[in-house]
C-alpha cells in the first residue's frame, strides 16, 4: 500500500489538523472503544514510520530499537559511524518533533487516538472487524513467539560478550544470522 501512496510527515500531519473528526458518525460496531484507540495508536505508529524513507526507517530501528553500535550499523548500511550518527539524530528529531506538535499523548499536539477513531475507521485505517495491531493472538502463537523470544534474550547476553571481545566483522557476520534466524523470523511475523 505505502509503495504506491507514499506516505510523508506533511501530509499526515495535514490530516491530523485538518480531518473532520467531529463530523464522523459512530463506526465502532460495539468494540470498545479504548481497544480501538489502542489499535489506533499502534497504526500511527506504523504510519510515521512509513513516513521516512527506506533508509531512514532502517537507521531508526537499528538505533532506537536494537541499540546498535555506530560502527555496526555504519558498516551494515555501508557509510561511516559518523554519518550513521548524525542520520539517526536527525531522524530522532524528526519523529519527535512531529509526535510533540501533533500527539497528545507524548506532546502538546491535539491528536487523540480515541477522538480520532471513528475518523480512522472511516478512512479506512483501522477495521473493528479486523484488528491488524493489537488482536488476541492464539495461545500456541503466543507460546512459539515467547519461546523464541527467550531464544532472542539469550543471544542478546552472547551478544553482550561479543561486543567486547570480537571484531566488528565478526559483530557484523552475528547480526545478519541474528537477522536472518528463525526466531526472529517468529517474532517479526507474529
Known amino acids: 500500500m505505502f509503495a504506491k501512496f507514499p506516505l510523508s510527515f506533511e501530509y499526515y500531519g495535514d490530516d491530523i489538523q485538518n480531518g473532520k473528526i467531529d463530523d464522523v458518525p459512530d463506526l465502532t460496531q460495539n468494540v470498545e472503544k479504548t481497544i480501538l484507540a489502542e489499535e489506533l495508536k499502534l497504526s500511527c505508529t506504523n504510519v510515521m514510520l512509513q513516513c521516512l524513507d527506506s533508509e531512514s526507517r532502517c537507521i531508526f530501528i537499528l538505533g532506537t530499537m536494537f541499540k546498535a553500535d555506530s560502527r555496526i550499523a555504519g558498516d551494515i548500511l555501508g557509510i561511516t559511524p559518523e554519518a550513521y550518527r548524525q542520520r539517526l539524530s536527525r531522524i530522532r528529531r524528526k519523529m519527535a518533533d512531529f509526535l510533540r506538535e501533533y500527539?497528545?499523548?507524548?506532546?502538546?499536539?491535539?491528536?487523540?487516538?480515541?477522538?480520532?477513531?471513528?475518523?480512522?475507521?472511516?478512512?479506512?485505517?483501522?477495521?473493528?472487524?479486523?484488528?491488524?495491531?493489537?488482536?488476541?493472538?492464539?495461545?500456541?502463537?503466543?507460546?512459539?513467539?515467547?519461546?523464541?523470544?527467550?531464544?532472542?534474550?539469550?543471544?542478546?547476553?552472547?551478544?553482550?560478550?561479543?561486543?567486547?571481545?570480537?571484531?566488528?566483522?565478526?559483530?557484523?557476520?552475528?547480526?545478519?544470522?541474528?537477522?536472518?534466524?528463525?526466531?526472529?523470523?517468529?517474532?517479526?511475523?507474529?
Open 103 to 190: 500527539c497528545g499523548a507524548y506532546g502538546n499536539g491535539t491528536c487523540r487516538c480515541a477522538d480520532r477513531v471513528n475518523y480512522a475507521i472511516q478512512n479506512h485505517r483501522i477495521s473493528p472487524n479486523q484488528l491488524t495491531f493489537s488482536a488476541a493472538v492464539p495461545a500456541e502463537t503466543m507460546l512459539e513467539v515467547k519461546e523464541a523470544m527467550e531464544d532472542i534474550d539469550d543471544l542478546s547476553q552472547m551478544f553482550s560478550f561479543c561486543k567486547s571481545y570480537q571484531s566488528p566483522e565478526s559483530l557484523k557476520e552475528f547480526i545478519q544470522k541474528f537477522l536472518d534466524s528463525t526466531s526472529f523470523s517468529i517474532v517479526g511475523n507474529a
